[in-house]
């Protein structure tokens, strides 16, 4: 029988693949030794980074936490780290990736995905949803954007708002307050043109990435499909 952390039960494509030697390491090895190593190449901490996620146990999952706030070598190292952590959706992860969040002196694209990794943690939602709210604020655009459509795909596809027909409603929602934002910007540079209605807009207006990611045909795309987390068969 293989050890688990060979076998991924994501979906998702790994562009490093654990090596087989991860199964006689220690979760602490893995993540000490190999993940936080500045000195190996990258393609080495992947691999233990998704051995590490494979095994997605309490103590895989703050190795892994320890590697994205601990890092200095490269930003592109731990927006992969904050990725996986949202493909566990484990709650231990919570304080970390809210302490990468916090950080304004860190990457855009590294808080980028600590927000939207936030936003797939079910099991400690209040706090997650109490630190979403707080940067949905934020004076980076990318940051706040992501903020508010983790917390408008949490609701829409989580279950955290128990009333459905507002959920339901396309109309009365942070990516459409987003996505008017950008519609009547680009109007007031192209000359006024007459202003569509949200839904409308929301379909036809060229949106920013955060939100392309969230919005298809006028209708929000659960947050975890942007980490690909579903399960194999």
């Not at 999952?61 to 070598?73: H, M, P, Q």
């Not at 231990?92 to 797939?120: C, P, Q």
């Not at 396309?170 to 910007?185: F, G, K, M, T, V």
Request: charge should be negative; include cysteine.
């Amino acid at each position: 029988m293989a050890c688990a952390c060979m076998t991924s039960p994501y979906s998702s494509i790994d562009p490093a693949p654990p090596h087989p030697q991860h199964a006689n390491l220690s979760t602490e090895e893995l993540g000490q030794d190999i993940l936080c190593n500045v000195h190996l190449p990258l393609f080495d901490r992947y691999r233990a980074m998704f051995s590490l996620r494979n095994l997605g146990s309490t103590e895989a999952v703050v190795e892994l936490g320890k590697a994205l706030v601990n890092d200095d070598s490269s930003a592109l190292f731990r927006h992969e780290v904050a990725y996986v952590l949202g493909q566990l959706q484990h709650g231990a992860s919570v304080k970390y990736l809210e302490e990468s969040l916090r950080r304004t002196n860190e990457h855009v694209m590294v808080r980028h995905e600590a927000a939207e990794a936030l936003g797939a943690i079910e099991s400690k939602w209040d706090e997650c949803e109490r630190v979403l709210k707080e940067f949905s604020n934020d004076p980076d655009e990318v940051v706040r954007q992501s903020c508010l459509v983790a917390l408008d795909a949490a609701d829409y596809w989580g279950g955290h708002n128990n009333n459905e027909e507002e959920d339901l409603n396309p109309n009365n929602d942070s990516i459409n307050d987003i996505a008017d934002q950008e519609y009547n910007d680009k109007s007031q540079q192209s000359g006024g043109e007459e202003k569509k209605d949200s839904h409308e807009s929301l379909t036809a207006t060229p949106l920013p990435f955060v939100l392309q990611k969230a919005v298809t045909n006028g209708r929000k795309i659960p947050i975890l499909n942007h980490f690909n987390v579903t399960k194999a068969e």
